[in-house]
């Protein structure tokens, strides 16, 4: 009852407060976007709306925020969300943003127990006590189908972490899909991504899934959005449970019969 009560608020919020035509429409052109359907962006724009209105942006040094920065951040942002709903994003509220890449802290432990600290440069960053950091600069280098997409990229860490706290690669699956099968397919590709560092093969996958499985987790979700004609090919039973787990086809999408044109209150689209 409790959950009835809040989405009929939700809604209400919702068709009371519209991300404005001004500033969507352009949103709407960005490659990553561009085979959503009608329905699919009508969608996406009630999440971003809902995206912007429950989460503080703060923006750091000398940037200034604008609505139309809020609203390219929120489209991307609520992309891996799409058919999950407002609640996959629930557990955090923050979001801060630097104009260009940022010092972070890091901490690893090496192959013989020896702890390393130091800084690094990041373009995003998802941490596990709140928040999730941005650099503006790389967030507009996203959504260009290059595969590589830092907004996608952290918030695939955040779904990650609602399954005990940490990213870890294995996020809470949806009822019906199969944990073996899970842990087979990415287990498989992070062996073979892992191969390739040590080889002279190319590999058309940022060799940075590499790292540790919640890397891998986060750069495939990348690629599946991005580029997912290649995931498909590259790590077949990759592509199926991504497909499965963000309720998504994007390589459907892909298909230039899959839609008519549909009337709407704005007119015509595509």
């Known amino acids: 009852m409790f959950n009835y009560f809040r989405r009929k608020r939700r809604d209400r919020w919702l068709a009371q407060h519209p991300i404005a035509n001004e500033l969507w429409l352009p949103v709407t052109t960005m490659p990553v976007l ?122 695939a860490h955040k779904l990650d972490m609602r399954n005990g706290g940490h990213a870890n690669g294995y996020p809470i699956l949806h009822a019906g899909m199969n944990h073996d099968d899970w842990k087979t397919a990415f287990s498989a590709a992070f062996a073979h991504l892992q191969s390739l560092t040590y080889s002279d093969e190319h590999s058309p996958i940022d060799l940075y899934a590499a790292t540790n499985p919640a890397e891998c987790f986060a750069v495939l979700s990348e690629v599946f959005f991005e580029r997912p004609l290649v995931l498909q090919e590259v790590y077949p039973d990759v592509y199926e449970q991504l497909k499965q787990f963000y309720q998504q086809d994007p390589v459907e999408r892909l298909h230039p019969q899959r839609y008519r044109p549909v009337q709407t209150q704005y007119g015509a689209l595509q």
């Open 34 to 155: 561009k085979n959503l359907s009608p329905s699919e962006l009508a969608r996406l724009r009630e999440l971003a709306a809902w995206f912007l209105h429950t989460k503080a942006i703060s923006p750091k040094g000398e940037l200034i925020f604008s609505d139309p920065m809020r609203v390219v951040l929120a489209a991307q942002a609520v992309l891996p969300i799409l058919n999950l709903g407002h609640d996959a994003y629930d557990d955090w509220q923050e979001i801060i943003i630097y104009p260009s890449q940022f010092l972070a802290p890091t901490r690893h432990v090496d192959h013989i127990g020896v702890v390393h600290e130091g800084e690094h440069a990041l373009a995003g960053q998802a941490r596990g006590d709140g928040p999730v950091i941005f650099s503006w600069h790389d967030v507009m280098e996203g959504p260009w189908l290059d595969g590589w997409n830092v907004v996608i990229h952290e918030l």
